[in-house]
């Protein structure tokens, strides 16, 4: 008998669910979604059914998909950038960046103006405060830190209750960004189009794969990837993601590795099978478990995330009018660098896929002391 636990079975319906999104990314309405969304909402769906294990019964399976298939998707997709290109986009992306993370601060200190966080969660209020400006200015790392100078990881429920909050925050936001430049350019035109200064993806794809390139992207990725987690044991302050995509654009750069075929199908491959998780780890029915204490969180949470956007998209819009843009940079606080990447790459914004991943790097360095802040202020 399949268990839900059984990684073949899981595996399988993650393909599946991934199959589906492309599938339905041909038909009128689901190409308005686009196949990275498509994918985040069916594997939430049958993960909240339980047809799949969701975050608080979470596998091996998925962990080694956060450890390996997401950075190696980076370095995959890495190999197709264009540094002219990116010189373009940087500076924006770092202002769009700040933007956020102070939008963020905003967010937490308003939503504790009107949620009164306290008055349910008493004394910890001010610490999950600072961990959720943590995590929506760098990610999970921020989170964590916070969490462990105030041995809030020692509460249990309640720390496995922002856990699971943050989850279906985080995947909600995720279904906002993405469709948020074709809902608002309608509305408010941008001041470009949605591709620029480099080959689409559809482009991209019709070169095929070869089993010479192929055999060559393995040796690539996984010497690649060898290296970075080496070197970050020797250099703990450098982290390995940052080692992955260095060596990524360096090899970009060489003549052999610009004709390898199928490293931008292998990534982009990768990267919905890490959003398919991500749409795993939506699990409503544990944040409606944890009742009025999780319905605090949910609210608190939801509105400081909501006045992050409002700010980011209405100062963003008129400094730049680039959603496309926008909605990767609000990402990148949000739900970190590789989330970003995915919608750089869903919007065939090639050449901001790396100034994505530095951003959210740079999160990973501001979102603790933001952090740390927010709580000295409450």
Same mark, same amino acid.
């Given at each position: 008998?399949? *268990?839900?636990?059984?990684?073949?079975?899981?595996?399988?319906?993650?393909?599946?669910?991934? +199959?589906?999104?492309?599938?339905?990314?041909?038909?009128?309405?689901?190409?308005?979604?686009?196949?990275?969304?498509?994918?985040?909402?069916?594997?939430?769906?049958?993960?909240?059914?339980?047809?799949?294990?969701?975050?608080?019964?979470?596998?091996?399976?998925?962990?080694?998909? /956060?450890?390996?298939?997401?950075?190696?998707?980076?370095?995959?997709?890495?190999?197709?950038?264009? =540094?002219?290109?990116?010189?373009?986009? #940087?500076?924006?992306?770092?202002?769009? @960046?700040?933007?956020?993370?102070?939008?963020?601060?905003?967010?937490?200190?308003?939503?504790?103006?009107?949620?009164?966080?306290?008055?349910?969660?008493?004394?910890?209020?001010? *610490?999950?405060?600072?961990?959720?400006?943590?995590?929506?200015?760098?990610? %999970?790392?921020?989170?964590?830190?916070?969490?462990?100078?105030?041995? /809030?990881?020692?509460?249990?429920?309640?720390?496995?209750?922002?856990?699971?909050?943050?989850?279906?925050?985080?995947?909600?936001?995720?279904?906002?960004?993405?469709?948020?430049?074709?809902?608002?350019?309608?509305?408010?035109?941008?001041?470009?189009?949605? *591709?620029?200064?480099?080959?689409?993806?559809?482009?991209?794809?019709?070169?095929?794969?070869?089993?010479?390139?192929?055999?060559?992207?393995?040796? +690539?990725?996984?010497?690649?990837? /060898?290296?970075?987690?080496?070197?970050?044991?020797?250099?703990? %302050?450098?982290?390995?993601?940052?080692?992955?995509?260095?060596?990524?654009?360096? =090899?970009?750069?060489?003549? @052999?590795?610009?004709?390898?075929?199928?490293?931008?199908?292998?990534?982009?491959?990768?990267?919905?099978?890490?959003?398919?998780?991500?749409?795993?780890?939506?699990?409503?029915?544990?944040?409606?478990?944890?009742?009025?204490?999780?319905?605090?969180?949910?609210?608190?949470?939801?509105?400081?995330?909501?006045?992050? #956007?409002?700010?980011?998209?209405?100062?963003?819009?008129?400094?730049?009018?680039?959603?496309?843009?926008?909605?990767?940079?609000?990402?990148?606080?949000?739900?970190?660098?590789?989330?970003?990447?995915?919608?750089?790459?869903?919007?065939?914004?090639?050449?901001?896929?790396?100034?994505?991943?530095?951003?959210? *790097?740079?999160?990973?360095?501001?979102?603790?002391? +933001?952090?740390?802040?927010?709580?000295?202020?409450?």
């Amino acid at each position: 008998m399949v *268990t839900l636990d059984n990684p073949v079975y899981v595996l399988f319906m993650l393909a599946l669910m991934v +199959l589906l999104g492309v599938l339905a990314e041909k038909t009128k309405w689901g190409n308005q979604l686009g196949a990275a969304l498509l994918a985040i909402v069916f594997t939430a769906v049958i993960a909240n059914l339980g047809l799949v294990p969701s975050a608080s019964n979470s596998i091996v399976l998925y962990d080694g998909i /956060f450890s390996y298939v997401a950075p190696l998707s980076i370095f995959f997709l890495m190999l197709g950038v264009n =540094l002219n290109a990116i010189k373009k986009a #940087g500076l924006p992306m770092i202002g769009l @960046f700040v933007l956020g993370s102070l939008a963020t601060v905003l967010g937490i200190l308003l939503a504790w103006l009107f949620i009164h966080p306290e008055t349910q969660l008493g004394e910890n209020a001010s *610490t999950l405060a600072g961990m959720l400006t943590g995590t929506y200015t760098g990610g %999970s790392v921020n989170f964590n830190a916070i969490a462990l100078e105030y041995e /809030f990881q020692e509460q249990g429920v309640l720390y496995a209750g922002t856990i699971a909050v943050d989850n279906v925050v985080t995947t909600l936001w995720i279904i906002v960004t993405l469709a948020l430049p074709r809902l608002l350019r309608p509305i408010w035109k941008d001041n470009r189009g949605a *591709t620029q200064g480099t080959q689409t993806a559809q482009e991209i794809e019709k070169k095929g794969m070869d089993i010479f390139s192929l055999a060559w992207l393995f040796v +690539l990725g996984a010497s690649s990837f /060898f290296i970075a987690e080496t070197l970050s044991r020797y250099f703990p %302050s450098i982290p390995s993601i940052l080692t992955l995509t260095t060596l990524g654009i360096l =090899l970009a750069q060489t003549k @052999f590795v610009s004709c390898l075929n199928g490293a931008h199908t292998l990534g982009l491959y990768m990267v919905f099978l890490f959003l398919a998780v991500i749409g795993a780890y939506c699990e409503i029915e544990a944040v409606v478990a944890l009742k009025e204490i999780g319905w605090t969180l949910f609210l608190f949470t939801t509105l400081a995330v909501l006045v992050h #956007g409002v700010v980011i998209i209405g100062v963003g819009g008129l400094l730049y009018r680039d959603w496309s843009m926008i909605a990767i940079a609000s990402q990148a606080n949000i739900g970190g660098g590789a989330t970003a990447l995915a919608l750089a790459e869903t919007f065939d914004r090639r050449e901001l896929m790396l100034p994505a991943i530095l951003v959210g *790097t740079l999160g990973n360095a501001l979102g603790t002391y +933001l952090g740390f802040l927010v709580i000295q202020l409450l």
